[in-house]
């Protein structure tokens, strides 16, 4: 009996007898219109690529779940915590931030750590980076300091007069640059670095109470950092080198794992707190808001076709679910609207329905329909109005409501007025966090990429911001740089 053999086919099915040979006029002559074959293939590449995120291009993702090991019910409803031992199926894309799709993985950035939760009351999506804080508060900033970091306009080529220009225009940034510049820049893979949510979120309890939450995924193998020449050597050797690692861990049979926290703030603490909750700049100190755990994070599956498991997945902050809701940090608010505007951008108006982006454990019920590449059956003959009068048709659950609360005031274009100052919390990681080695490794590195500039006032700049924070860590900084430490200055030169 023949051997039942897979057959290669064209996209609608027909079957196809070569693979090798175009159809020619003759032997020697010139290809034909009617190979309707080559035709598709060639289309199909012609539009293989879907243009890349705008920001953290390079990355890489693999399956799992998450499970609850503590009772968190007294602060939040949402269905995915009701129970010890329930599982959620989860799926996380890691990324570094500034490069293109073709850039090592080892370069000096912070990295994404974005999660789904596929819940069985919608997607959840916590996209987190590997750093607790990020470099601006205010979302009218992001775009202009992202633009600083990638490349110049002109040249096409890094601009480091560009991107110290920029944040030594912008103190509330040294927070951040002192972890990027520490270790958390240059992770040994993504399975050594923990995910933090940054910004202040809101959980509500089933009784409608209100409590500030951050989220923190530290871990398990715990955090280990490349160190710059490592990290550098690398790039070069093995520019997948983080790709790798997880892929390999994975395919081996390995696990790898996070334990999940929350810290958790009253809601009536947040107006009073010592440092504004709404500024993602700042920490909240564990001495004050102690890591609460939740739950465990585990990968296990790698992604069977990466440009339609990873590339095509697309993380949205404002995915939430009942229980779980934005605070009014401003950066936040910004991204409940850029992810889906880009996705539709990216990757087409319903990328919804893409299987790794779709709420699968839940019924989506929406009253949005068509658009270009719809094939969820688009609700079918249910009417795409509400209120009607068609019995059974989906309808409001009153019960699903957010919580509301006062809000006052003028309206206006405001700065951070709470009594915060943006040098203290990078002070504690420099003095009291890091090590004397951590310390070293933070200025070595700062002063190799700082050497780059090419205008003496920018290192300045920025070697006054390093000392406000601490007198050594501008002055060795400066020293490194064989400019005038910023101490020695006299105090009319400093205030001028
Ligand atoms: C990706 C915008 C701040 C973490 C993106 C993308 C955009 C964006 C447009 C590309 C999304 C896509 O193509 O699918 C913004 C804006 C921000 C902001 C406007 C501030 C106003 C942040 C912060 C964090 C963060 C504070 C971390 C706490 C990420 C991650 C990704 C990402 C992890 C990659 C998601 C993935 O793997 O697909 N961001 N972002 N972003 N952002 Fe942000």
Redesign the pocket.
């Known amino acids: 009996m023949e051997e039942k053999k897979k057959v290669l086919t064209t996209s609608t099915g027909r079957r196809i007898d070569s693979n090798q040979n175009s159809l020619t006029a003759g032997e020697r002559g010139p290809i034909l219109l009617s190979d309707f074959y080559l035709l598709e293939k060639m289309a199909a590449f012609d539009h293989e690529r879907a243009p890349e995120?705008?920001?953290?291009a390079k990355?890489a993702g693999a399956h799992g779940y998450f499970e609850v090991t503590h009772d968190i019910s007294k602060y939040c409803k949402a269905k995915i915590f009701n129970k010890i031992g329930k599982r959620t199926p989860a799926f996380v894309?890691?990324?570094t931030?500034i490069g293109e799709r073709g850039t090592p993985d080892t370069w000096r950035d912070p990295r994404?750590?974005?999660i789904k939760f596929y819940t069985e009351e919608g997607n959840w999506d916590l996209?987190?980076?590997n750093t607790p804080v990020?470099f601006v508060r205010d979302?009218l900033k992001?775009?202009d300091f992202i633009h600083s970091q990638k490349r110049n306009p002109q040249t096409n080529l890094k601009d480091h007069d560009a991107y110290w220009d920029f944040l030594s225009l912008t103190p509330e940034s040294i927070h951040q640059i002192t972890y990027m510049f520490g270790g958390r820049g240059t992770p040994d893979g993504y399975r050594h670095m923990n995910g933090?949510?940054?910004?202040t979120f809101k959980m509500v309890n089933s009784n409608h109470e209100v409590f500030y939450v951050k989220f923190h995924v530290k871990s398990d193998a715990g955090i280990h950092n490349l160190k710059w020449p490592a990290a550098s050597k690398l790039a070069e050797d093995n520019p997948d080198y983080s790709t790798h690692d997880l892929y390999d861990h994975i395919a081996k049979g390995n696990e790898a794992s996070w334990t999940f926290y929350i810290q958790v703030m009253p809601f009536a603490e947040g107006e009073g707190y010592k440092w504004d909750i709404f500024d993602?700049t700042k920490v909240w100190p564990h001495s004050d808001y102690p890591l609460i755990p939740v739950g465990k994070l585990v990968l296990n599956r790698n992604p069977i076709n990466y440009f339609q498991e990873v590339e095509q997945?697309?993380?949205n902050p404002a995915s939430m679910v009942e229980g779980i809701e934005p605070s009014n940090d401003k950066?936040l608010q910004?991204?409940l609207f850029?992810?889906q505007?880009?996705?539709r951008h990216?990757i087409g108006p319903n990328f919804t329905q893409i299987p790794i982006n779709c709420p699968y454990a839940t019924k989506v019920a929406t009253l949005n329909r068509d658009g270009p590449m719809r094939y969820d059956g688009n609700h079918g003959n249910e009417p795409a109005y509400e209120p009607n009068s068609i019995e059974g048709t989906p309808r409001e659950a009153p019960n699903a409501k957010m919580h509301e609360y006062e809000i006052s005031g003028k309206a206006g274009r405001f700065g951070f007025n709470h009594p915060n100052d943006d040098f203290e919390q990078a002070t504690t990681l420099f003095r009291k966090v890091m090590d004397d080695a951590e310390r070293e490794d933070l200025i070595s590195n700062l002063v190799a990429h700082m050497k780059m500039v090419t205008k003496k006032e920018i290192l300045e700049r920025q070697c006054e911001i390093f000392y406000r924070c601490d007198p050594e860590y501008g002055t060795r900084v400066a020293q490194g740089l064989g400019i005038t430490p910023p101490g020695s200055k006299t105090s009319e030169q400093l205030s001028a």
């Open positions: 995120r705008v920001v953290h990355g894309r890691f990324s931030v994404g750590f974005a996209v987190c980076n990020f979302p992001f775009f933090y949510g940054s910004h993602v997945s697309a993380f950066m910004a991204r850029s992810y505007d880009t996705q990216r």
